[in-house]
């Protein structure tokens, strides 16, 4: 289940909006809900849910929140990027996209556990129509998103059920995020004969107004029909189904009376998830696909409109991912110069850049050509204006790796401010790291430092990336350091939170009882309980499951029981299936709850071990936001 995001260079709201249990699961404070200025979603969305009605019901008071504007936070791109890392399913195998094998190249070592995952007959006999009952016999808005999205990430039928007749009824419904919610998860089902209908919507035809039942379709929905087509075309193998999906976002993008933003942002992230690097068969639509966007996004449009070509790069990015054809080299080429010229481009465009050649480079060690691409993120850091540009750039080389990068981040480090900067260089050191640990090299130099560095650090913005960059290294000697200041440091929720995520990303099973002590002691404290049970979950630990159920029945904050049915679908475990359907045949829950019982029986029944937003949400440049994609509440990015 994935939670109210967060920041960007956007306004706080973060004590008067309240959680949606389709909406995502509690990040904590530090991370607030958020949304554009001005945007009409400032308040709570309307026909608001059954939520805190109060400024800061189900937000814990805290004093925790980081000492930097939320923006240049490191906390935005880890909560954004975390999943390949810390969610670990009790027993997964294979390659997904969005992996540790796509992040890393590699897969790191499973630890496996006697717990099971669902089976098929779980999924089809037990979950799929205790979910399908729920939706039918609730009519509340918070139900029916929370079952509909439980119901795509299964993708499956039943006897009886027909899954994309029972979500294509809802799109006529009275209700905007009913309906917005009902046509994205057509995209996460997956199905290619669901193609026709969300291209119908986008294109805003005959067709797609009968389904809505309106006159006409509507800019939101046209814009989550866009990142239904893309999604439903990334999980596909099948040729003509991307083509198709290609043509109809293609089209639309380039329609000449298309003013609103949200949708031309959707067509572009659409186009960006066609193909993967998981599938080299489809090598020559990512090509195209990528000839296309870099084609658009170099068109002077005006300044107005560069926020909405600045999520081409990403785009492009998540075709071609890393290489030297042509085409790559003529991208890297490209968002090189733009980070460095001397007349510059707006923030967005430079923010995207920088995230683009962390997708699309080399190591120097790999591929020569490519340290131009490396020396100037570098430049960047150095001589950049814009904050979130210059992390960027630091993150970028932590994804692109290499004995180069890794030495200029070391030497980086005493010059970076101890608040603003450091964090971010820590974050982008653990990940070079992790390339390493996930082949079983554990680069000691970069523990180290950040080992000595862990205790020095006095403000929390920097010691919780510190523990989460120290976690990535592996570094086992690291670990009683690591469960000492944990200790230290529970009584503050968000840096406690980290430093359970720190801890468990170390992988010693023998710290699993003290993160148990840690989500008891936790029961109001969300933030703090989501990461210990995440932890536990990753150290493949039997109880954890048992303790989040009670807790769950007991529990009537709404932001608690967002982060327990996080964690219970994170952990995975099919012992949780029958409590769970039990409870949402519980009259005396309220309907809120019982949607939060729902998104936990999806996210224990999820075919994927990763959020179904990963493809959207890595590397995603949330400086240039529209609505559709993240407003705290209802965005692709937010949504459960």
Known sequence: MNAPLFAGLFAVVATTLPLHAHGGYYR?????????????????PTGGPAGPSTPGAGTPSTGAGPSVPEEVSWQVWWELNKDPFVQQR????????????????????????DTLVPTDEDLTTRIVPALVALLERERNRDVQTACMMGLAKIGLDAPGVDLEQLL?????????????????????????????????????????????????????TRAYAAYAIGLLAHRSNDAACKQQAHDVLWSVLN???????????????GLGLL??????????????????????????????????????????????GRGDSQIHQRCKDHFAATLNATNKRSNPILQSAALALGMLTRPAEVHAADAAASRALQIHWEKGHDRLARSFSVMALGRIGGAANRDWLLAAWPRGNKTMERPWLALALGLIAAQGAARGEIDTGIAERLAFELPNAKKPEAMGAIAVALGLTGHQPAVSTMVTMLRDNEHDET????????????????????????????????????????GLGRLGDREANDRLLAMLKQSESVAVLAALANAIGVIGDRRAIDPLVALTKDEDLTKLARAFVAAALGGVGDRSPLPWNMPISRDSNYGAPVDTLSNGVTGVLDIL
């Open 28 to 44: 904590g404070p530090g991370t607030p809900v958020v949304v554009p200025p001005g945007s009409p979603n400032s308040g709570p």
């Open 90 to 113: 009790l027993a997964s195998s294979g390659t997904t996209t969005g992996s540790d094998d796509f992040y890393l190249g590699q897969r790191r070592p499973e630890m496996k556990t």
């Open 168 to 220: 294509s009824a809802r799109i006529a419904r009275d209700d905007q995020e009913v309906r917005e919610t009902a046509v994205l998860a057509i995209g996460i089902a997956g199905r290619p004969q669901a193609l026709a209908m969300l291209s119908a919507l986008l294109r805003d035809d005959a067709g797609g107004r009968k389904l809505c039942g309106r006159e006409q379709v509507g800019d939101r």
């Open 255 to 269: 329609e000449k009376d298309l003013k609103n933003r949200d949708t031309r942002v959707a067509a572009v992230t």
């Open 275 to 320: 193909c993967h690097v998981d599938q080299p068969g489809h090598k020559r639509l990512a090509w195209l696909t990528a000839e296309e966007l870099l084609e658009w996004y170099q068109r002077d449009e005006g300044r107005g409109t560069e926020a909405i070509q600045a999520h081409a790069p990403v785009a492009i990015g998540r075709l071609l």
């Open 495 to 534: 840096l406690g939170g980290y430093f359970c995520i720190g801890v468990a990303l170390l992988g010693d099973p023998s710290t699993a009882p003290l993160l148990g002590s840690v989500l008891e002691r936790s029961r109001r404290r969300p933030f703090l309980l989501l990461q210990a049970a995440v």
